[in-house]
């Protein structure tokens, strides 16, 4: 059983488009990360939000925290080719100190 | 800056050998983390450490070992491969924990035939 569930896991859009990824729970996070892999290399931290509720923008792209700090979601206006990959999202429970990842979602944008 | 070094980057074992990951970071970071990564399945944490001589199980921590004699280096050991630790393997350091960033290696790409 999947602590951190994301939707969709795939997903394939052309050049321009809009999108929104999401990353669900039953559980209380203290804070969720969103990560953003490429093929053959780590994952790397886009962001960190913390507050229920909180909104963060980085360039086209908006990461929110839901209220309840059970999920998130990062909408990407008009997607590049070069935002193609997985994008990861992690969470920080308040019981200990483990980040937990999600599946991801593998994003491809076409030129 | 190398940041987070992992060796190898590929390998391929028999079952039943046993073999070392290498993680090294020069970042000075107190935790440390490896998980592996399986198609659809997201990262999952094997063992993880806070500090030098403090090591600790993760989800998946059956067939592995850890140790951390140093805060610089945190070796995974995996003792009678099975085919079911194929995987790409990845190393992760962070400052701190709960909101701080975790720096990822390149990974190992592992299989066990």
């Known amino acids: 059983t999947q602590l951190l569930e994301q939707s969709p896991q795939f997903l394939s859009i052309q050049e321009g488009e809009n999108l929104t990824v999401y990353c669900n729970s039953s559980s209380v996070f203290s804070s969720l990360q969103w990560y953003r892999q490429e093929p053959g290399e780590g994952p790397v931290l886009l962001v960190t939000?913390?507050?229920?509720?909180e909104v963060k923008k980085l360039k086209r792209l908006t990461f929110q925290f839901g209220d309840a700090r059970k999920d998130s979601s990062l909408h990407i206006t008009a997607a590049q080719p070069g935002d193609t990959g997985l994008y990861l999202c992690a969470g920080v429970k308040t019981s200990y100190d483990k980040v937990i990842f999600g599946p991801g979602t593998s994003l491809s944008v076409i030129p | 800056n190398a940041g987070v070094t992992q060796t190898p980057k590929f390998r391929i074992l028999k079952i039943g050998q046993s073999m070392t990951l290498q993680c090294t970071q020069d970042m000075n970071h107190n935790y440390m983390y490896w998980y592996r990564q399986d198609p659809g399945m997201g990262l999952k944490l094997i063992y993880y450490?806070?500090?030098?001589?403090?090591?600790d199980k993760g989800e998946v921590p059956n067939g592995y070992n850890v140790s951390r004699s140093t805060t610089e280096d945190f070796p995974l050991r995996l003792e009678l491969a099975a085919p079911s630790q194929t995987s790409v393997y990845f190393c992760?350091?962070?400052?701190?924990?709960?909101?701080?960033?975790?720096?990822f290696g390149q990974g190992t790409r592992l299989t066990v035939v």
């Open positions: 992760a350091s962070s400052y701190g924990r709960k909101n701080t960033e975790a720096f």
């Open positions: 450490s806070v500090g030098a001589g403090i090591t």
């Open positions: 939000v913390v507050t229920g509720g």
